[in-house]
């Protein structure tokens, strides 16, 4: 099992920036990716970023490229998103989530609040 818990987030006004962190604990030897992933209002729960556990590779949702960075500090346990430029549609329930082999996201965190206003 692993444990995942986010933090981080909060009310920002757009073009600001906020950076998410994700604390893992338990069997995070066992972590192959870690990723992120928001809810928006009225929306489906959609992919934001991801980075494997043990090397750099990372993957963006389009729409963030260049503003969000994914990274992280295995040392720590912890993963970490940085967002900036942020715009009012970035708003919404962020969670981190671990897989720990090639098959789905199996461990979530309870999500922490972006809100961006105009």
């Known amino acids: 099992q692993v444990q995942l818990i986010e933090s981080g987030g909060g009310l920002v006004m757009a073009g600001g920036s906020l950076r998410l962190s994700c604390a893992a604990s338990?069997?995070?030897?066992?972590?192959?990716?870690m990723g992120w992933f928001r809810q928006s209002p009225g929306k489906e729960r959609e992919f934001v970023a991801a980075?494997?556990?043990?090397?750099?590779?990372?993957s963006y949702k389009e729409s963030v490229k260049g503003r969000f960075t994914v990274s992280k500090d295995n040392a720590k346990n912890m993963a970490f998103l940085e967002m900036n430029s942020l715009k009012p549609e970035d708003t919404g329930v962020y969670y981190c989530?671990?897989?720990?082999?090639?098959?789905?996201?199996?461990?979530w965190g309870q999500g922490t609040q972006v809100t961006v206003e105009t």
């Open positions: 989530a671990a897989k720990t082999d090639t098959n789905d996201y199996a461990f």
């Open positions: 338990g069997r995070t030897s066992d972590i192959y990716i």
């Open positions: 980075i494997f556990w043990t090397g750099r590779v990372v």
